[in-house]
């Protein structure tokens, strides 16, 4: 038995093919623009989660004690504190850019604010 074949050939002549290109079809409409309604920009923003992880803690919890609120470089391990911890506490304002380190300008050195103080502060 013979396997019929699923593809169908259709023999067209030249004056087919070219009435079939050249043949218009209506004028060309451009959809329509939709308005959707948005939220205010606040809103779409990502929620920042308003307690401190526990990286931050421990190292904000650190500037408690020192003179000025000044934060370690280093955790109690003698690692360095991650960049990541570091910028994402000055970004919240739990933590302010102190000044300079000329030895290592790469090393951001903070100190503790008052709405980093107020973490810790239960009442």
């Known amino acids: 038995m013979k396997s ?25 409409t451009r959809p329509t623009p939709v308005t959707l309604p948005m939220k205010p920009a606040a809103s779409r923003r990502r929620s920042v989660p308003t307690q401190a992880t526990e990286g931050q803690t421990k190292w904000l919890e650190r500037g408690l004690s020192q003179p000025g609120g000044k934060l370690p470089l280093f955790d109690e391990h003698g690692q360095k504190v991650s960049a990541r911890t570091v910028n994402s506490c000055v970004d919240k304002g739990w933590a302010k850019p102190w000044f300079a380190n000329p030895m290592k300008p790469d090393w951001l050195i903070c100190k503790i604010t008052d709405k980093g103080r107020a973490i810790f502060d239960v009442e």
């Open 4 to 28: 019929q074949s699923y593809l169908r050939v259709v023999e067209t002549s030249p004056h087919e093919v070219e009435n079939a290109t050249t043949e218009r079809r209506g004028p060309i």
